[in-house]
């Protein structure tokens, strides 16, 4: 059991840890016993932390998470770069396959996206990705919206559920036995988990589609019912199990046991 105490009222909270998927810290004054890590860890809870402004910036990684770690890990280093080339053109074709039904979902965009999700080339040689991102972007927030990392509202929310997302995935990475710090496409030296930001693109929609509900009820900003309603994705929208999924069938690509990378379809 997961043991919650306030220090002022003393009051106690119990939890199953067995109930508990993901655990976000977020609150620089919050104290977690060394045993409790060590078992969070092993039943591989996903256990963020936050900084000052309250933005994920780390997470608890078991190194142990998959019995058939190392030689999983080999065959990924050992991957050609045709074998990625591909993994790579299923990404895109699945993130703009969805980008396409969220705006379909929303009455915005029937079917706007098809030519580019039909047309991708191996490693998105011809940039599918990045034309249909200027038309998605344009018909879901409008002309006057830039997305950028640094840019206004709702641009902060969209960090946050990204940051969200990734910690998620660079875990279910991790239980099957991939290396998050090899990535496919994104090779940043300064990026922990390119893996993870390679494979949560087809994932993006679905933080989209919720941060446009929360503009409707007048969320524009992180804060604490922002982040409560971003977290809901992870246990009511994304379809349970999706991102266990997702990377037991990368690994099977590499391992030479299947040839998709399966995704769900929001």
Same mark, same amino acid.
């Given at each position: 059991?997961?043991?919650?105490?306030?220090?002022?009222?003393?009051?106690?909270?119990?939890?199953?840890?067995?109930?508990?998927?993901?655990? &976000?810290?977020?609150?620089?004054?919050?104290?977690?016993?060394?045993?409790?890590?060590?078992? @969070?860890?092993?039943?591989?809870?996903? =256990?963020?932390?936050?900084?000052?402004?309250?933005?994920? =910036?780390?997470?608890?990684?078991?190194?142990?998470?998959?019995? @058939?770690?190392?030689?999983?890990?080999?065959?990924?280093? %050992? %991957?050609?770069?045709?074998?990625?080339?591909?993994?790579?053109?299923?990404?895109?074709?699945?993130?703009?396959?969805?980008?396409?039904?969220?705006?379909?979902?929303?009455?915005?965009?029937?079917?706007?996206?098809?030519?580019?999700?039909?047309? =991708?080339?191996?490693?998105?040689?011809?940039?599918?990705?990045?034309?249909?991102?200027?038309?998605?972007?344009?018909? @879901?927030?409008?002309?006057?919206?830039?997305?950028?990392?640094?840019?206004?509202?709702?641009?902060?929310?969209?960090?946050? /559920?990204?940051?969200?997302?990734?910690? &998620?995935? %660079?875990?279910?990475?991790?239980?099957? /036995?991939?290396?998050?710090?090899? /990535?496919?496409?994104?090779?940043?030296?300064?990026?922990?988990?390119?893996?993870?930001?390679?494979?949560?693109?087809?994932?993006?929609?679905?933080?989209?589609?919720?941060?446009?509900? &929360? &503009?409707?009820?007048?969320?524009?900003?992180?804060?604490?019912?922002?982040?409560?309603?971003?977290?809901?994705?992870?246990?009511?929208?994304?379809?349970?199990?999706?991102?266990? @999924?997702?990377?037991?069938?990368? %690994?099977?690509?590499?391992?030479?046991?299947?040839?998709?990378?399966?995704?769900?379809?929001?």
């Amino acid at each position: 059991m997961l043991v919650i105490t306030d220090r002022e009222t003393e009051e106690m909270t119990l939890r199953s840890l067995e109930d508990i998927q993901m655990i &976000m810290v977020d609150n620089h004054s919050v104290k977690i016993t060394i045993p409790l890590i060590a078992k @969070l860890s092993k039943l591989n809870i996903g =256990v963020v932390f936050c900084d000052e402004k309250h933005m994920p =910036v780390s997470m608890l990684l078991d190194m142990e998470s998959n019995t @058939l770690q190392s030689k999983r890990i080999r065959c990924q280093l %050992a %991957a050609s770069k045709p074998v990625n080339k591909q993994i790579w053109k299923q990404i895109v074709e699945a993130k703009i396959r969805n980008q396409s039904l969220l705006l379909e979902k929303l009455g915005i965009g029937k079917s706007l996206l098809t030519t580019y999700y039909n047309n =991708v080339k191996s490693g998105d040689s011809t940039n599918r990705e990045g034309v249909a991102a200027r038309v998605y972007w344009l018909k @879901l927030m409008g002309k006057d919206f830039i997305r950028d990392r640094f840019g206004g509202p709702p641009n902060a929310l969209l960090n946050y /559920g990204y940051a969200v997302l990734r910690s &998620m995935l %660079a875990r279910s990475l991790m239980n099957a /036995g991939l290396l998050p710090l090899v /990535g496919i496409f994104h090779h940043n030296c300064h990026d922990a988990f390119p893996l993870a930001d390679d494979v949560m693109e087809p994932y993006r929609p679905y933080v989209d589609n919720q941060i446009i509900r &929360m &503009m409707k009820d007048g969320l524009t900003e992180v804060c604490r019912e922002s982040k409560r309603r971003l977290l809901e994705l992870f246990y009511q929208n994304i379809p349970a199990d999706a991102l266990t @999924l997702t990377a037991s069938t990368l %690994a099977g690509i590499y391992e030479g046991n299947g040839r998709v990378i399966v995704y769900p379809t929001i």
